[in-house]
């Protein structure tokens, strides 16, 4: 690799990221600071970062293996690789372990490397038996609060609304890890909402870093490391709030069956539907795992979601357009 680089231990995946983008890799370092290291190991994974013009033409009749709203994954035998949009891409060696990000647009090339990095680092984590929840994860003073939305409902700017409280703590804003104690484990990055729309607008500090997603929409980010926003100890999950959207300027907060939680958990938890993490899965598997291995790890997501669900009060959060109202709604599940 040429240039600096950055060296990271995610629950056990080690990682070095470098190559002549410095932007690009300042952008990463300042994600992943959290799990900066300076041990000298080998890598399991190796990230390189160029700005070159995307040549996907190379590659030869490969067979797409996913197709999703902005990235389409190719697998060969060797390699897999991910198009985005034709203005990124990123290029897993799986003899070599090392993941080549290609492009000409540096927020798009940022994006592909945060999303590969952190989708092997959470496989690397359900590994050591902490299953990622597509929630967010806050800790107050009764413990663990796991707020399930759907990708683009707002936990983002709920996390950054939640730090601006000054009174809670920050677990994860988007995939914090439950054991199967029916703990939540920190998996913090740089928070990242949109500053576009009435619901991303004033929220949290103004002097964070803008990027633009891959789907073009400007991201402000914003550090958890910064002014005691982290909780850095395992915490036990108290409560589940199942999140629904709604036009109207109230929210409401009300108490709801555990039964009511089975079928988000499965969608979030065990099928892992809409998860953007998705791409770093298939990044570290060479190829698909055989039935009985997809059954197997099924059934272990599903007993550390059933133990988690015994140790947490259940609750349904009605969520209007008013951002100060849903925090106001939130709230007492964490004082």
């Known amino acids: 690799m040429s240039g600096d680089q950055r060296a990271f231990d995610i ?11 410095e932007e690009v890799i300042r952008g990463i370092d300042l994600d992943f600071a959290w799990f900066r290291s300076e041990a000298q190991v080998e890598p399991k994974l190796m990230v390189e970062v160029e700005s070159d ?4 033409a190379r590659f030869g009749d490969v067979p797409a293996a996913s197709v999703g709203s902005t990235s389409v994954v190719y697998r060969s035998p060797t390699h897999t690789i991910t198009d985005y949009q034709g203005r990124a891409c990123s290029v897993m060696d799986h ?8 492009g000409e647009d540096p927020d798009l090339a940022y994006e592909a490397a945060h999303l590969a990095i952190k989708g092997a680092s959470l496989a690397q984590a359900e590994g050591r038996g902490l299953l990622p929840l597509h929630a967010l994860g806050l800790a107050g003073a009764q413990g663990a609060v796991a707020l399930l939305l759907p990708s683009g409902g707002g936990k983002s700017t709920m996390a950054a609304r939640a730090m601006a409280s000054g009174t809670v703590r920050l677990l994860s804003d988007d995939a914090p890890l439950l054991d199967v104690a029916g703990r939540l484990h920190p998996f913090p990055l740089r928070v990242g909402w949109m500053t576009s729309g009435d619901r991303g607008n004033g929220v949290g500090p103004s002097n964070g870093a803008e990027v633009r997603s891959i789907g073009g929409r400007l991201k402000r980010m914003m550090d958890p490391l910064d002014d005691g926003w982290l909780e850095p100890a395992p915490t036990p999950l108290r409560h589940i709030v199942l999140g629904k959207r709604t036009l109207g300027p109230r929210s409401t907060l009300r108490r709801a069956d555990r039964s009511r939680a089975v079928r988000p958990l499965l969608q979030e938890a065990v099928l892992r539907v809409g998860v953007g993490q998705g791409v770093g899965y298939v990044l570290v598997e060479r190829k698909a795992a055989p039935t009985l291995r997809k059954v197997g790890k099924l059934i272990r997501r599903m007993r550390i979601c059933a133990r988690g669900l015994r140790g947490a009060s259940v609750w349904e959060l009605t969520m209007g357009r008013d951002l100060e109202r849903c925090w106001e709604a939130l709230a007492p599940l964490l004082r």
Do not use: A
């Open 11 to 21: 629950y056990g995946l080690t990682v070095s990221v470098g190559g002549s983008w």
């Open 53 to 56: 013009p995307v040549d996907l």
């Open 95 to 102: 003899r070599r372990r090392r993941l080549s990000i290609l």
